[in-house]
C-alpha cells in the first residue's frame, strides 16, 4: 500500500503489487518524499487502484538521509493531511507547492529548513483559502499602520488596537515580521533564497501559524516528527 498525492487527484492510496520483490521494476522507486511518474489501473471509482509502471524523477534522496530535513519534510507531510481531504481533486498548485517544497529542503542549507517549512505552510493556506490577513485589521478593513501589530487567530488575521479587546489573546507582531511575511507570500519558494526569518521572527511566525492551523483546520497537524527533532535536540 502506498500514500500518493497526485497532481490531478490529490491525496490517494494505491497498490504496488510486488514492489518488494528483489526483481520488481519499482524497487528504490517507491520511497518516500520522491517525485515519481504513475501508470495505474483500477476496475472502478470503488476499487483500489494498482500501481503498474513508476518512472522515478527526483529521488531527494537526502530527505531520508538526514534526521533534520526528514523531519522537516514529514511536518509538510502532516500538514498536507490536514489540509488536503483524500480524493480532493483539482490540486496541481498545491502539488507543484509539495514538489518544490521537497526540493528546496532536499539541498537547503541546514540553517533554512525551518524557512521553507514555515513558507510552505503560508502558501498552503493561501491555496485552500484559508490566508491569514496580515495588512488590513479583520475588523475594520483598513490597513494597519501602527509599528507594533496585534494578531488574532481566531478572527484570522491583524487586528487595529483600537478595535482590539483587552478579554482576547493576541500575537504581538512587528513591522519587519509582517514585511518578511509579506515577500516570503509574493515570490516562488525556489526563487527565495536570499530571503531568510531571524530566529526571532522563525519562533513567532512558527508559533502563530502552528495556533493558525490548530484552529481553522480539521486535521489540526500536531507535527509530531517535529516534537521528536525538538527533543533530540535537547540531549
Known sequence: MVEVFLRNKGRSTLLAK????PGSSMVGKLEPFSEVELLYYRKNDESLGVI??????????????????????????EALKGMVYRGEEGQ???????????????????RKLEFFFLVFLL?????????????HCVKTGKPIEEEEILFSVELGGVISKSA?????????????????????????????????????QSAVIKDLLFSFLSYHTEGKPGFNSLNF???????
Not at 18 to 21: M, P
Not at 94 to 110: D, G, Q, S
Open 92 to 110: 496541481e498548485s498545491m502539488y507543484n507547492l509539495v514538489a518544490a517544497t521537497f526540493y528546496m529542503l532536499n539541498y537547503a542549507l541546514p
Open 164 to 200: 482590539a479587546s483587552s478579554e482576547n489573546t493576541y500575537f504581538k507582531l512587528d513591522r519587519g515580521i509582517v514585511n518578511s511575511i509579506k515577500k516570503a507570500r509574493e515570490s516562488d519558494i525556489d526563487k527565495l533564497k536570499g530571503l531568510v526569518f531571524t530566529e526571532k
Open 18 to 21: 510486488g514492489a518488494r520483490k
Open 52 to 77: 503498474s509502471q513508476v518512472e522515478e524523477k527526483r529521488s531527494n534522496s537526502d530527505l531520508s538521509g538526514d534526521i533534520r530535513r526528514l523531519s522537516y519534510a514529514s511536518a509538510v507531510v
Open 123 to 135: 502558501k498552503s493556506l493561501d491555496l485552500i483559502g484559508l490566508s491569514p490577513q496580515f495588512e
Open 229 to 235: 527533532l525538538s527533543k533530540l535536540a535537547n540531549y
